[in-house]
């Protein structure tokens, strides 16, 4: 079993930077896709970035340029790094784990609680 915990979230001024966590507990990472989705009060889920298990890594556009994600094995720990932050990215955001490369919700099994992003302008 899978079960993740995100970390980081909280408040930042527009253009300001944040760093989410997303730790495993249980069965390792090391084999899984990690991805991360957010939502947006009044918004439908969506995905912002991918890290396959050989390190290949897929973005949602508007995550290209601005959002890095990695993932350090050995600490079973994957990370969102977001920069030039928009109010736009005001979202709850939440970790995810799959066993393929996908940008559909539906394909993922395990999610985390979520964690609140709050972009002022």
């Known amino acids: 079993q899978v079960q993740l915990v995100e970390t980081g979230g909280g408040q930042v001024q527009a253009g300001g930077s944040m760093r989410l966590s997303c730790t495993s507990s249980?069965?390792?990472?090391?084999?899984?896709?990690t991805g991360w989705f957010r939502q947006a009060p009044g918004q439908e889920r969506e995905f912002v970035a991918a890290?396959?298990?050989?390190?290949?890594?897929y973005y949602a556009e508007f995550a290209q340029g601005r959002f890095t994600i990695s993932r350090d094995n050995a600490k079973n720990t994957v990370y969102l790094q977001m920069n030039s932050l928009k109010p736009e990215d005001t979202a709850e955001y939440y970790c995810?784990?799959?066993?393929?490369?996908?940008?559909?919700?539906?394909?993922?099994?395990?999610w985390g609680q979520g964690t609140q992003v709050t972009v002022s302008s």
């Open positions: 249980g069965r390792t990472l090391d084999y899984y896709v």
């Open positions: 890290s396959g298990a050989g390190g290949s890594t």
């Open positions: 995810t784990a799959a066993t393929k490369m996908t940008s559909s919700q539906y394909e993922y099994d395990y």
